[in-house]
């Protein structure tokens, strides 16, 4: 292959937990989703992979789809008997569906896995990833605003987004935008670009708006188009912001406050299986008439 530097960004999966169609529902998305004569395509989970030469690749957030991107995406393909392009795998939150993957990626194979102590708290404190061999895959805590670097020539730091803890360590109501390490975005920087994946969000504050201003690409949480869709369709009881999503619409909605944002790719991802953006009509019009996109598995972005 030949050799570039481009910053290459692979969109993996652009799907929410639960990928599109999710096993269990039946919506109308998913339903066109089983269709193979629907131009609606079935979506894994939140994933991106990250490359500046094509041949080493840093995978964020390990998806439970990890084995089926890795199938479609032969840049991620092994090249030899016992080999993988993935050196690094890095977290932004403890999500089953950020992290179930590293189960996937046990197979004694060298990479790296970062993460906050709060996330690295979670794989160590469940004795499952212990399939993950310590002699082969190394953990690096990172801390808040730490530069360190995923794969040569690329820096990259985390920061704190406002969130929640994952679901699985909810007990009763839990506090909501909070920031800290259990939720967080990646900033990366290479050859003076500039791009963030921010795949959970609470809400837009003014230093987060600041950060963002000016960057070559965001890949950001799309989940919902409305706060109460889950509640609208019948497929949940949670609004968008109780599991720790901003809405795209709306007041103190995602697409206003990056419509105002000078940035030059503005990317959704991570979106729910009931988000009606998934096909043409008017609400994908909106999003696409301020001016953002709308993510899919396999979509490239070179910058």
């Known amino acids: 292959m030949k050799k570039t530097s481009d910053l290459r960004i692979i969109v993996l999966g652009a799907a929410a937990g639960g990928g599109l169609p999710q096993w269990n529902c039946g919506c109308a998305n998913c339903s066109a989703a089983r269709d193979t004569a629907s131009p609606l395509k079935p979506q894994t989970q939140s994933s991106l992979a990250v490359s500046l030469d094509g041949e080493a690749w840093a995978v964020f957030n390990a998806s439970p789809d990890i084995r089926q991107q890795i199938q479609a995406n032969p840049q991620l393909q092994p090249r030899r008997l016992r080999h993988t392009p993935i050196k690094s795998v890095v977290l932004t939150n403890g999500d089953i569906d950020h992290l179930a993957g590293l189960l996937v990626l046990r197979e004694k ?8 102590a709060a996330v690295d708290r979670i794989i160590a404190g469940n004795a499952i990833f212990g399939v993950l061999d310590p002699e082969f895959v190394a953990r690096k805590s990172i801390a808040i605003e730490q530069a360190f670097s995923p794969l040569p020539g690329l820096e990259a730091r985390v920061f704190a987004v406002p969130g929640k803890v994952p679901l699985f360590l909810e007990d009763g ?20 670009r500039r791009v963030y994946y921010i795949p959970g969000c609470g809400m837009m504050n003014d230093a987060l708006a600041a950060r963002l201003e000016g960057a070559d690409a965001l890949f950001f949480d799309g989940t919902l188009f409305s706060d109460d869709e889950m509640i609208a369709t019948g497929t ?7 599991m720790g999503h901003m809405p795209i619409a709306g007041e103190g909605g995602s697409l206003d406050a990056l419509a105002r944002l000078n940035i030059r790719r503005k990317i959704y991802v991570h979106i729910n299986n009931t988000n009606p953006i998934w096909r043409p009509g008017a609400e994908r019009e909106r999003v696409e008439g301020r001016g953002l996109e709308v993510g899919f598995d396999g979509m490239e972005v070179r910058l």
């Open 109 to 116: 194979q060298a990479f790296t896995v970062f993460a906050t």
């Open 173 to 192: 109501e839990p506090d909501l935008n909070v920031e800290g390490e259990d939720t967080v975005g990646i900033e990366l920087r290479a050859g003076g």
């Open 236 to 242: 949940g009881r949670k609004t968008g912001r109780r």
